[in-house]
């Protein structure tokens, strides 16, 4: 029932820039944490970055002054700006979201998945 729609993935060179975005059919005002998350094949999903509904942001040690986080609460959107790319951030990036209200019976949501590719 939640909707959370990714786009902006796909094949870059290295040093090159993406930026994935994820709008979500929840209100914003019902969310405490949006975020991405990264898998690469064979190893765990890990976090890249978050931001609070305050505003404060979490990144991963591998991808800080790389990556820059925000949202539009007009647009219930989070966005992920990817600059200098490296073939290490190949992986799915996942949209995450967490409500400080159960929402279809769910704290914590997650989108399908978008497929970023860097190539060396």
């Known amino acids: 029932q939640v909707q959370l729609v990714e786009s902006g993935g796909g094949l870059v060179q290295a040093g090159g820039s993406l930026r994935l975005s994820c709008a979500t059919s929840?209100?914003?005002?019902?969310?405490?944490?949006m975020g991405w998350y990264r898998q690469a094949p064979g190893k765990q999903r890990e976090l890249v970055a978050t931001?609070?509904?305050?505003?404060?942001?979490n990144y991963a040690d591998s991808v800080k002054g790389r990556f820059t986080i925000s949202r539009d609460n007009a647009k219930n959107t989070v966005f992920l700006q990817m600059n200098s790319l490296k073939p290490e951030d190949t992986a799915v990036y996942y949209c995450?979201?967490?409500?400080?209200?159960?929402?279809?019976?769910?704290?914590?949501?997650w989108g399908q998945g978008t497929q970023v590719t860097v190539s060396s």
């Open positions: 995450y979201l967490r409500t400080g209200v159960v929402v279809a019976y769910r704290y914590d949501h």
């Open positions: 931001i609070t509904s305050g505003g404060s942001t």
């Open positions: 929840v209100n914003i005002v019902s969310i405490n944490v």
